[in-house]
């Protein structure tokens, strides 16, 4: 198998899911603050008065906020070459209303990077990944509110300057397509104006959630032809959660389905943030479910001067689209469809398909022909400490291996990827349940979802089968 020299092997961690010291140095509430603990079978709640009553699993996280050296040291020893990391944006801009920003927030950052670039680790950094400044919510309805857009402007013009000679690749939005789910509402778009309860019982406003989308490609599209402007060494990407659709069956109607599902979940944002327009398949969604986008006067031309320079995606699992009601059903965090009999699933059901990452790899480089990134793949699992004291997670490596034999395939096949950065490197909270049961990392990290445990780090034996991958460049799994 063989991967480019210079591929960029990884981790992938977000602010919200690990940082914690929430509410240290100046930093505002951001919606993941308001988001309560919860289970695969406990939906999470959204809980904006802050209640002792429920645990909010963002507060303190892993601690990376006080334990990023030590972690970053344990990155650079399984041979990390990139970290995918967040900036929280309430770190900076506490409501996003201020006129200057938090100069203890950008210090945070800057420490981080500094560190990183001791160790010859490359930051690739998402500007927002599941947070904006909780203010917005309750001011204009999350990013259904124009205004977001120019605040979201001044602190990427903040960001990019303080940070221009340590960071050069940058991801605007984290599944931005995930605002065109009903779930998306959650993290995504955030207009949950005036909303408290369960995440299951969230107000569906599509209509909202097309206009919030629309200002966020604004919002992607003038922030990447300002850092092309201005920076021109940045590469600005886009990120989308990869959700791919097989037909169930061979029946012309499963196909179509599927394909729908195909346009509208997984093609409709990488086409307007890579191609600079709306899909034209997008304007009959748009008329037969009564969505109208309200456009300002030049905000086609901004869309077409802000074209991202590569794709990236998050890579979890597989669906099968049917028409057929009585399908047998799958579950996943964010979608359903009919159970693929050929594929098994993780302990929260959702289905393991390492071959469909080849197929989805294929499929994204012939539609776009830009460099592709894997920017999130991994297995959430329980892990147990064995009798030695360690802990030994074979199913992770197995799921890792055969993930990565898979993008082997596809670079055979011809398709240019710049790189992997597992999902959650190191224990994490989850976003779909705010567990920390759901383990991805390849580090333990001793932190229980009733909040207690001591944060210590441990390697798993996956730590060490993938310093090896690494420091073979994939030649040995
Ligand atoms: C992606 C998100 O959807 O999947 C991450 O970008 C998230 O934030 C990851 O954590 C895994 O999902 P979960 O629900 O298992 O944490």
């Given at each position: ?32 603050d ?146 065109v ?48 402007e ?11 959660g ?17 394909q ?45 001067e ?24 799958t579950?996943?965090?964010?979608l ?17 398909d ?27 699992a ?38 992997y ?21 390849m ?35």
């Amino acid at each position: 198998m063989l991967f480019p020299k210079n591929f960029l092997w990884g981790g992938a961690i977000a602010a919200n899911q690990t940082e914690g010291a929430w509410d240290v140095d100046g930093k505002g509430v951001s919606t993941s603050d308001v988001l309560t603990s919860g289970s695969h079978t406990n939906p999470r709640r959204i809980e904006p008065s802050l209640s002792s009553e429920y645990l909010y699993p963002s507060h303190e996280a892993i601690d990376f906020y006080h334990h990023y050296k030590e972690d970053i040291e344990m990155f650079a020893e399984m041979g990390f070459k990139t970290l995918r990391l967040s900036i929280n944006w309430t770190r900076i801009f506490p409501t996003g209303e201020e006129d200057e920003p938090n100069e203890k927030g950008l210090q945070f950052y800057e420490d981080v990077f500094k560190c990183l670039k001791e160790h010859n680790i490359e930051p690739l950094v998402t500007i927002s990944h599941y947070e904006l400044p909780y203010y917005y919510v309750e001011k204009c309805n999350g990013w259904c509110g124009r205004e977001v857009i120019d605040s979201f402007v001044k602190f990427c013009k903040v960001i990019f300057e303080r940070y221009k000679d340590y960071v050069k690749y940058w991801l605007t939005f984290n599944e931005i397509n995930c605002g065109v789910l009903e779930s998306g509402a959650m993290q995504s778009t955030c207009n949950l104006k005036g909303f408290a309860g369960s995440v299951k019982e969230m107000p569906n406003d599509p209509q909202g959630r097309f206009q919030a989308l629309h200002h966020q490609f604004v919002a992607s599209a003038l922030v990447t032809k300002y850092a092309h402007e201005n920076y021109p060494n940045f590469k600005i990407g886009c990120m989308i959660g990869f959700l791919p659709y097989y037909g169930f069956t061979c029946n012309p109607d499963d196909q179509l389905e599927a394909q729908h599902n195909m346009q509208m979940i997984d093609y409709f944002c990488s086409d307007v943030q890579i191609r600079g327009y709306y899909p034209s398949y997008s304007k009959r969604y748009f008329k037969e479910n009564n969505i109208t986008i309200e456009m300002k006067d030049g905000d086609e031309e901004i869309l077409k001067e802000g074209c991202v320079d590569f794709y990236t995606f998050s890579y979890y699992m597989t669906f099968c689209a049917t028409v057929d009601p009585n399908a047998p059903i799958t579950e996943g965090n964010l979608l359903g469809g009919a159970r693929n009999p050929y594929l098994e699933v993780s302990d929260w059901g959702w289905q393991i398909d390492p071959k469909g990452l080849r197929w989805s790899l294929n499929e994204i480089y012939d539609r776009y022909q830009v460099p592709l990134m894997i920017v999130e793949n991994g297995l959430g699992a329980y892990d147990k400490k064995d009798a030695d004291g360690k802990i030994h997670d074979p199913y992770r490596i197995e799921y890792m291996k055969k993930h990565i034999e898979q993008m082997g395939e596809a670079i055979e096949d011809g398709v240019d990827l710049m790189g992997y950065t597992p999902w959650g490197c190191i224990d994490l909270v989850s976003l779909s349940t705010g567990e920390m049961a759901k383990r991805y990392g390849m580090i333990y990290v001793n932190k229980f979802d009733d909040g207690t445990g001591d944060l210590s780090r441990e390697k798993k034996d996956s730590f060490y089968w993938y310093k090896n991958v690494i420091e073979t460049n994939g030649e040995e799994l």
